[in-house]
């Protein structure tokens, strides 16, 4: 039985300009060409999925998981090796991708079937079914451009589910959306596990490729890292996080290389950890979760009174929260030598959004920073209440009193023409 889906050598390139003509004219006349480098997104990859398969796609950002998945809906063409896929493809990439937003959303169904490559009369019969499933029957005759992020990604992935593909790409987008509902793509996503039909996922969720798929495979600046067991992947890839942040973080001797670092050094930060509520790796929290801050130091000679800090910003740079062990209560007598310090926060209740870390050590006066990382830790919260809104999501709850119906005034008393 052939692969689902075959990638032999495939490369990707696209051009970085640096200087492009304003106008035809001016190239016309210049008679040069832009001054551009070759970016390779993709080089040389080559892996095989077999029919009936789960796959997840790892990697940092800009490491080519997207762009592999563009290959495979033929979306992208390939600038060297071979590709083949075996089978309809539906494909769920950035949010809006194949929408019109002048469209309703009714409108975009019948675009986005026919960018797929399914007939009208097809889209005709499941229509009631792809509206039913997106839960947005009264919303579905209004352009799409008044529909928020979740409605979006609610009707782009109920046209997927629904026009019966052999191959189903999923990029990211189940990140966006209320609980009830993204637990409803992932039951429809098992389901079609079961009918065996071939799934490729690229998320930074690396609980959800853990728990959906039968494959993970790490992709890093357009090369394959890893290919295997998903717990095994991911947990190869977290380790070459942290490792990449302690990289960038290090400072080389007396010179101040990174700008987001300052500190005398006599306690040093060794390592800053991002954990679960089980002490395991992790980046990205439902709002609500809890959250552990593992922070490794080491000091060269023993330091009195240190005080340990943490602060959580928005990816704006917004300050949303701050604290430390002296405003803890929290006295510390002497570190010294190696040791770890962890905060947590038994409901981490931020809005959805990119997030930022900052920790420090400082003296107890607060006068001498032994060693502060700026905003270097980065991680990522969902919601599953789409229309709270500001920073924080507080424990809250409404009471309605019906109101009493005023009594009826006596007969002719209260009434205009009354007697």
């Not at 889906?5 to 640096?18: F, M, N, P, Q």
């Not at 008679?31 to 790892?58: K, M, Q």
């Not at 604290?323 to 007598?333: C, D, G, L």
Request: with cysteine; aromatic share 8%; charged share 25%.
């Amino acid at each position: 039985m052939p692969a689902a889906v075959t990638l032999e050598d495939v490369s990707k390139r696209y051009r970085i300009y640096h200087q492009r003509h304003d106008s035809f004219k001016e190239s016309f006349l210049r008679r040069r060409r832009g001054v551009y480098e070759d970016f390779w997104a993709l080089r040389d990859v080559s892996f095989e999925i077999d029919e009936g398969t789960t796959v997840g796609i790892i990697g940092p950002n800009g490491s080519g998981k997207s762009t592999t998945l563009k290959l495979i809906a033929h979306i992208l063409h390939p600038d060297g090796g071979h590709l083949e896929v075996n089978g309809r493809v539906s494909a769920l990439l950035e949010l809006g991708t194949g929408f019109h937003h002048d469209y309703t959303g009714r409108e975009n169904i019948f675009l986005n079937g026919a960018l797929l490559g399914i007939r009208r009369a097809t889209i005709r019969q499941r229509l009631e079914e792809i509206i039913a499933f997106s839960e947005l029957a009264n919303f579905i005759d209004n352009p799409v451009k008044t529909y928020s992020s979740g409605q979006y990604m609610r009707l782009a992935f109920s046209i997927a589910v629904n026009v019966d593909p052999d191959v189903l790409l999923i990029d990211e987008v189940l990140a966006v959306g209320d609980a009830a509902f993204a637990q409803k793509c992932f039951d429809r996503i098992s389901r079609f596990r079961t009918e065996e039909k071939t799934i490729v996922l690229v998320s930074h969720d690396l609980k959800a490729v853990e728990k959906f798929c039968d494959r993970a495979l790490w992709i890093d600046q357009g090369h394959i890292r890893a290919d295997g067991v998903p717990s095994q992947v991911t947990g190869a890839y977290l380790d070459a996080v942290q490792v990449r942040e302690q990289e960038a973080l290090a400072d080389a001797p007396g010179l101040g290389r990174d700008p987001r670092r300052w500190g005398t050094r006599q306690a040093e930060i060794a390592r800053v950890e991002v954990l679960d509520g089980s002490g395991r790796p992790q980046y990205v929290f439902d709002s609500g979760e809890p959250l552990q801050v593992r922070i490794t130091y080491r000091c060269p000679a023993p330091v009195a009174d240190p005080v340990f800090g943490v602060g959580i910003y928005r990816s704006d740079g917004v300050h949303c929260y701050g604290t430390n062990t002296r405003a803890a209560h929290i006295k510390i007598p002497q570190i010294a030598g190696s040791g770890s310090v962890v905060f947590r926060i038994d409901e981490l209740n931020l809005l959805e959004g990119g997030y930022a870390l900052s920790v420090a050590i400082t003296d107890r006066e607060d006068r001498v920073t032994y060693d502060h990382w700026d905003r270097r830790i980065e991680l990522h919260v969902r919601q599953d209440h789409l229309a709270d809104s500001g920073l924080v999501r507080m424990p809250s709850e409404w009471s309605i009193t019906p109101s009493t119906p005023s009594p009826a005034p006596p007969r002719g008393e209260g009434t205009i023409g009354g007697r």
